[in-house]
């Protein structure tokens, strides 16, 4: 595998069901990143970790619960979801949080359709 | 607040060139991407102008200018498979990129 990979990269869920959406970097990049992709909206940034840290949550719903348990890795979890959060959700990933040149690497997203 | 404005959609004919704006309003200025999305795929970088003027690699450039809140991403002898939507971003003072919605170009035969 190279770049970034995403896992499913379709799911569709009811609005009581919990799963797990995952990102997986073999770039050696210490930054990884969720966003929130919806038709015709810029994307939005949802959570950023930095060596496993999280140092950045933009005001995400609780029922979008991020997990890093080490750099090449990234979960995000999701529960009691609402029809809205259908969107494509893309993980991301780059060498360092904090340089203007760090070019951030993306997965093929994940589609999620919550009903 | 923070604005990142491009066309929304484009159309031009294959052989030809085109030219996508992006105008920016950012809190600071830490450089300037562009990418490329396919439908349904993830999208991909293309380039990264930090200072004024223009930036070329292969058929495709990119020009900045800081002082208008300017850039423009000129995509030459275009071809089919440049079909896609092009998506701007501006990294702001505090290192986080700031979207546009995204230009979606149509090439036609």
């Known amino acids: 595998e190279t770049g970034v990979t995403q896992t499913p990269r379709h799911l569709v869920m009811g609005m009581t069901n919990k799963k797990s959406l995952k990102c997986e970097q073999h770039l050696g990049h210490n930054a990884m990143y969720w966003y929130k992709q919806s038709a015709k909206k810029p994307l939005e940034l949802m959570f950023v970790y930095s060596l496993e840290e999280r140092v950045e949550n933009n005001s995400v719903p609780s029922r979008f619960s991020p997990e890093c348990p080490n750099s090449s890795h990234l979960f995000l979890h999701l529960h009691t979801l609402q029809p809205e959060d259908s969107a494509l959700y893309l993980c991301a990933s780059s060498q360092e949080v904090g340089t203007g040149s760090d070019t951030q690497y993306f997965g093929p997203g994940t589609r999620l359709t919550v009903l | 607040g923070q604005n990142i404005d491009q066309p929304t959609e484009m159309t031009a004919t294959e052989g030809a060139i085109v030219q996508i704006n992006c105008t920016y309003q950012t809190s600071g200025f830490n450089g300037l991407f562009w990418y490329q999305q396919h439908a349904g795929e993830a999208p991909t970088f293309l380039s990264y102008n930090v200072l004024d003027g223009l930036e070329e690699k292969g058929r495709f450039s990119s020009f900045l200018s800081r002082s208008k809140g300017y850039s423009y991403l000129l995509l030459k002898e275009l071809q089919m498979k440049d079909s896609a939507s092009y998506l701007c971003?501006?990294?702001?003072?505090?290192?986080?990129?700031?979207w546009g919605a995204g230009t979606k170009l149509i090439i036609k035969p």
């Open positions: 971003a501006v990294m702001d003072s505090n290192y986080q990129l700031i």
